[in-house]
């Protein structure tokens, strides 16, 4: 059974930092993409963070490029979101996803459609 666990959202104020972690299990497929996808209240979904685990390529959301950042460890099957300079604006449940190549890389940085398991998501609260 595959599954993805995220954590560490919390409450932060402007201008400062936090590490969210996606830890996945339960599949052997070599190539695939875990990202990152947010949602506020009364917004659509839309995709932050995309890394696949054989290259380390990676996509970001422009409103988050210079600020976030994404890296692997594929000993462990989990994906890291580095987020620094938080904005009020960032505030939202962050979700990680997985799918796998080729279909990932078309829908991570938009609705993440062509993804086929979910975290429970993360949240994060960006305020004074």
């Known amino acids: 059974e595959v599954q993805l666990q995220a954590s560490g959202g919390g409450l932060v104020q402007p201008g400062g930092s936090l590490r969210l972690s996606c830890a996945a299990s339960?599949?052997?497929?070599?190539?695939?993409?875990i990202s990152w996808f947010r949602q506020a209240p009364g917004k659509e979904r839309e995709g932050v963070s995309c890394?696949?685990?054989?290259?380390?390529?990676?996509k970001y959301q422009d409103s988050v490029k210079g600020r976030f950042t994404a890296s692997r460890d594929n000993t462990k099957n989990t994906v890291y979101l580095q987020m620094n300079s938080l904005k009020p604006e960032d505030t939202a449940v962050y979700y990680c996803?997985?799918?796998?190549?080729?279909?990932?890389?078309?829908?991570?940085?938009?609705?993440?459609?062509?993804?086929?398991?979910w975290g429970q998501g993360t949240q994060v609260t960006v305020s004074s």
């Open positions: 996803a997985i799918s796998w190549l080729p279909r990932a890389w078309s829908t991570c940085r938009t609705t993440g459609a062509s993804y086929e398991y």
């Open positions: 339960g599949f052997t497929s070599d190539e695939y993409v």
């Open positions: 890394i696949s685990n054989n290259d380390s390529r990676t």
